[in-house]
Nanobody
């Protein structure tokens, strides 16, 4: 059974750091991308960052460029999101997502598998 297991997140003061991780298991085909999305109540889910392994391409939303860094392990089954200089507006439920045919990296409809979400709360 395909699974995406998320860890990390929590409560941090503005300016602080957190690291999220996402580990994929049970997939019988090669994933070509793993990404992070976030959502706050009443708003649409938005892309934060992603890695497209097949293109060696990383995507970052403008709002997180220079503050967040996405990386993966050599096996390309675990992806990390290092979040530095966190702001209150980064507060959201963060989801890990994976797909086998991702092209753009920021469209949630390209990702077929989703983690359960982990809360990130940044206090001012």
């Amino acid at each position: 059974e395909e699974r995406l297991v998320q860890s990390g997140g929590g409560l941090v003061q503005a300016g602080g750091s957190l690291r999220l991780s996402c580990t994929a298991s049970g997939f019988t085909f090669d994933l070509n991308a793993i990404g992070w999305f976030r959502q706050v109540p009443g708003k649409e889910r938005e892309a934060v960052s992603s890695i497209i392994f097949s293109d060696d391409y990383t995507y970052y939303a403008d709002s997180v460029k220079g503050r967040f860094t996405i990386s993966s392990n050599n096996a390309k089954n675990t992806v990390y999101l290092q979040m530095n200089s966190l702001k209150p507006e980064d507060t959201a439920l963060y989801y890990c997502a994976a797909g086998g045919t991702v092209v753009q990296g920021y469209d949630p409809y390209e990702f077929d598998y989703w983690g359960r979400g982990t809360q990130v709360t940044v206090s001012s």
